[in-house]
Structure formats: C-alpha cells, structure tokens
C-alpha cells in the first residue's frame, strides 16, 4: 500500500519549480562558502535529513487525508450515499418543522 500512497502522492501533490529549486541551491552554495570542508560535509548532511524529513511529512499527511477520505466514502456508502439535493430538503424540512413548532408553542 506504501508504493500505491506514494505513487498518488507524486501524481497529486505539485513538487517546488525549477525556479525554487533553483534558488535553493543557490542559498545553499552561498552558506557552503562560508564553511570548511567539514562545515559543508555537515550542511548537506543536515539538507539531507531536513528535505527526507519533509517528504516524509507530506507523504504521511497525504495517506492520513487519504485514510480520511476514504473512510467518509465508506460512510456514505453504508447509507446509500449522498445526495445534496436529499441533504437540502431534510434541511428544509428540519426548518420548516422547526417554525411550525415555535408558532404552536
């Protein structure tokens, strides 16, 4: 189920553009001039962990919206599925019933 998560994930979830990839990099660089060879060793390391941390936030987040959505499917199936135009006039009918009562009360 993973590698089905994930592939949707990709299909659906827009990735950062060539520009700010681009950018990124570029800040990047400028902070890895200032180090020593050990500093930057260090610096991608961290940019490593940092952006695997994020895929794996947005992919969690993305089964969790994937497990919630389903999970209504579910419900709403298990009582022959939802109909608007049925929600609005049991919404209606609630007000209507509810005025009447007030009047007689």
Known sequence: MYDYMRAL???FNP????EQR???A??????A????KQGRKKLLRLV???TMAQEEAAL???IAGFRLARGIAMELGADGGYSYERDQEEINRLKNCGEG????G
């Open 9 to 11: 994930e990709d299909r």
């Open 15 to 18: 990735k950062a553009s060539y």
């Open 22 to 24: 681009q950018q990124l």
């Open 26 to 31: 570029a800040k990047r660089q400028e902070v």
């Open 33 to 36: 001039a200032l180090l020593d």
């Open 48 to 50: 490593d962990a940092h």
């Open 60 to 62: 969690n987040g993305f």
């Open 101 to 104: 009562g007030e009047a007689h």
